[in-house]
T-cell receptor
Framework: DQQVKQNSPSLSVQEGRISILNCDYTNSMFDYFLWYKKYPAEGPTFLISISSIKDKNEDGRFTVFLNKSAKHLSLHIVPSQPGDSAVYFC???????????FGEGTQLTVNP | EAGVAQSPRYKIIEKRQSVAFWCNPI?????LYWYQQILGQGPKLLIQFQNNGVVDDSQLPKDRFSAERLKGVDSTLKIQPAKLEDSAVYLC?????????????FGPGTRLTVL
């Protein structure tokens, strides 16, 4: 039962353009969502989060949008840089505690 | 500030052997997590400790996996006996406290290959 799903295993964009990574969830009890970035041979690092009481959260070049009715969130990176090339994981948690449920990840490649 | 430390970084064993992984969380972090990440999948929580007590081990295969966090600091995760499907990266993470909005910091992971 995949409660958090990232349907695109990979995404390739040109430097300076927008990267849009998508995530869908099925569990309506999820109310907090996070994005993590992972470089090879390293652990995931926290990037940005959003609570279900908001529909948008912005941090520099990174913006996360949440559409609760569609159970969908997206991460926008503008402008994209080669250093953004990594695997991006979407994660969700519910009110019961801090257990994170992760999606499968999307490999982003930003070409110079 | 030192990050989450894990050892070994890589381990190759044969099926039915035993293996143990070690994790040293960030100093002062009360909550410690062990995740299993199989190739092509996202990390899956195996067990969560609050200080030295277990708060969530619902996804831990208890017939072969065990974990402890003595004195509420370091932790070890053991697999005995290992199966082929245990091949994965085992990630340790820690956070200041439990709960939403509390950032989890991950270590580099231990890559286990079971032959």
């Amino acid at each position: 039962d995949q409660q958090v799903k990232q349907n695109s295993p990979s995404l390739s964009v040109q430097e300076g353009r927008i990267s849009i990574l998508n995530c869908d969830y099925t569990n309506s009890m999820f109310d907090y969502f996070l994005w993590y970035k992972k470089y090879p041979a390293e652990g995931p690092t926290f990037l940005i989060s959003i609570s279900s009481i908001k529909d948008k959260n912005e941090d520099g070049r990174f913006t996360v949008f949440l559409n609760k009715s569609a159970k969908h969130l997206s991460l926008h990176i503008v402008p994209s840089q080669p250093g953004d090339s990594a695997v991006y994981f979407c994660a969700a948690s519910g009110a019961s505690g801090s257990r994170l449920t992760f999606g499968e990840g999307t490999q982003l490649t930003v070409n110079p | 500030e030192a990050g989450v430390a894990q050892s070994p970084r890589y381990k190759i064993i044969e099926k039915r052997q035993s293996v143990a992984f070690w994790c040293n969380p960030i100093s002062g972090h009360a909550t410690l997590y062990w995740y299993q990440q199989i190739l092509g999948q996202g990390p899956k929580l195996l067990i969560q400790f609050q200080n030295n007590g277990v708060v969530d081990d619902s996804q831990l295969p208890k017939d072969r996996f065990s974990a402890e966090r003595l004195k509420g600091v370091d932790s070890t995760l053991k697999i005995q006996p290992a199966k082929l499907e245990d091949s994965a990266v085992y990630l340790c993470a820690s956070s200041l406290y439990r709960g939403r909005g509390n950032e989890q910091f991950f270590g580099p992971g231990t890559r286990l290959t079971v032959l």
